[in-house]
Structure formats: structure tokens, C-alpha cells
């Protein structure tokens, strides 16, 4: 779950910590309630202005301490569905509003326990695209191997794809198209 820590800042300019953790993946609206309903919690009679002091769940986006309601809504929303890395790769190149879609359109599919992008994508075409590979008898498969990494090769270099490596063995895939 994707979670702000929205600050009051009348309490903090005053040097208390007045503040509340809230679930991003609710509607703005929802979102902006939980706000106004901490800031009239708030030590410091008819505090009006907030600031989001922390994030959780943002897989390290950059993200600031004024970003729109809906925008952190969308971006969390994209967050529970795709890796952070996909959405970190989409994120400033399309807006907020557009993320999720952007990654449903472009992501492809990721592979854990590899080494480098091409071996990591040929595995993953092994894997999932119709080669076969089952049905293969076992003398052909280093064969078979052979054009998987020669094809993951091409479409990386030729920017079809680009894979993000997330760590850990873990690598994702977008298209570029």
C-alpha cells in the first residue's frame, strides 16, 4: 500500500510534529478529507496548510512535498499494479494522469535470478513466447538458447525494448513503441 505522511505546518513551524499517515491508493478526495480532518486535529487553532514530509510504498520516486492529490493517486494506483522500476521508467516522461496506462501499454514482463539484461531477456522470451520449448528435443535447446539471446540482443539494441534491472536477479521489460 502506497501511504503519505502529510504534515501539518502550522504545528511544525512551531516545532511540533502534527501529522498523519494516509492510503494513497483512495480516491483525492478521500485523500484531501483525511487532510482537512488532521489539520483541525491539529495543536495549533485553524492550521489551514499542510506539507507531505514522507512516502511509503513509492518504490523511491522522486517525489516533493507539494505534489498534487491526484497525481499521488494515479502514481500509487500505477504502483499497484506494475514494479517500481516500470513505473520510475515512465514517471516525468508522461504525466501522472497517464502513468497507468502508459505501463499497461508498454510493460512486457519481467524474469527473476539472471544475469545481465540479454540473458535476462532471452529467458524471458524462453519463457514466454511460443518457441517450443517443451516440445524441443533436449540436443536443440543450447541451439534454441543460441537465437533467443541473438533475438534479445537485436531488440534491445535496436530499442524495441528496454530492460530495467531492479535488482537481485530481477529484470523488467518495457517496450519502446
Keep these: 500500500m502506497q501511504q503519505i505522511y502529510a504534515a ?49 510504498g513509492f518504490g523511491g520516486l522522486d517525489l516533493g512535498e507539494y505534489e498534487s492529490l491526484d497525481d499521488l493517486n494515479a502514481i500509487a494506483l500505477a504502483l499497484d499494479d506494475f514494479p517500481a522500476v516500470v513505473v520510475a521508467h515512465f514517471h516525468g516522461q508522461v504525466d501522472a494522469q497517464d502513468l497507468l496506462e502508459t505501463c499497461q501499454g508498454h510493460y512486457i514482463g519481467s524474469v527473476a535470478e539472471e544475469s545481465g539484461e540479454v540473458n535476462a531477456y532471452a529467458a524471458y522470451i524462453l519463457a514466454e513466447e511460443d518457441h517450443f520449448w517443451e516440445e524441443l528435443p533436449q540436443q536443440y535447446r543450447g541451439h534454441m538458447r543460441a537465437i533467443a539471446r541473438s533475438e534479445a540482443l537485436d531488440r534491445l539494441l535496436n530499442g524495441e525494448v528496454t530492460a530495467l534491472y531492479e535488482g537481485a536477479g530481477t529484470w523488467h521489460f518495457v517496450s519502446n513503441y
Design 8 to 56: 501539518c505546518l502550522a504545528a511544525y513551524n512551531n516545532g511540533i510534529l502534527h501529522g498523519e499517515w494516509i492510503d494513497a491508493t483512495q480516491d483525492p478526495d478521500s485523500i484531501g478529507h483525511e487532510i482537512r480532518l488532521m489539520l483541525e486535529r491539529s495543536p495549533i487553532p485553524g492550521a489551514e496548510e499542510y506539507a507531505i514530509h514522507d512516502y511509503d
